[in-house]
């Protein structure tokens, strides 16, 4: 079974920008759809974005012309490039890995926007 470490989080300026990584354990990563999941005080975990083994990315529409998601199949690795940060991008963010109704969970990064 694949296994995630996210790292990249910290403190950042509003306007300001953070790159995310997930390293997966495996060379399977490249079958795995992956994704960035969020989760703020009090909220539910939420989708950021996410994309398939063949590089088909969605996003949701609260982050959508300012975060990118990656993947380099050849680092097993996967990026989330958030750009224009905003106080409510505040959360803890996790990456995950799904493949055949199977799902792996990172131990997620805090991201905090604040001034």
């Known amino acids: 079974q694949v296994q995630l470490v996210e790292s990249g989080g910290g403190l950042v300026q509003p306007g300001g920008s953070l790159r995310l990584s997930c390293a997966a354990s495996?060379?399977?990563?490249?079958?795995?759809?992956m994704g960035w999941y969020r989760q703020a005080p009090g909220k539910q975990r939420e989708l950021v974005a996410r994309?398939?083994?063949?590089?088909?990315?969605n996003y949701a529409d609260s982050v959508k012309g300012r975060f990118t998601i990656s993947r380099d199949n050849a680092k097993t690795t996967v990026y989330l490039q958030m750009n224009s940060l905003k106080p409510e991008d505040t959360a803890v963010y996790y990456c995950?890995?799904?493949?055949?109704?199977?799902?792996?969970w990172g131990q997620g990064t805090q991201v905090t926007v604040s001034t």
């Open positions: 995950n890995a799904a493949r055949l109704g199977n799902e792996v």
């Open positions: 495996r060379s399977s990563f490249i079958l795995y759809t």
């Open positions: 994309i398939t083994s063949d590089s088909i990315t």
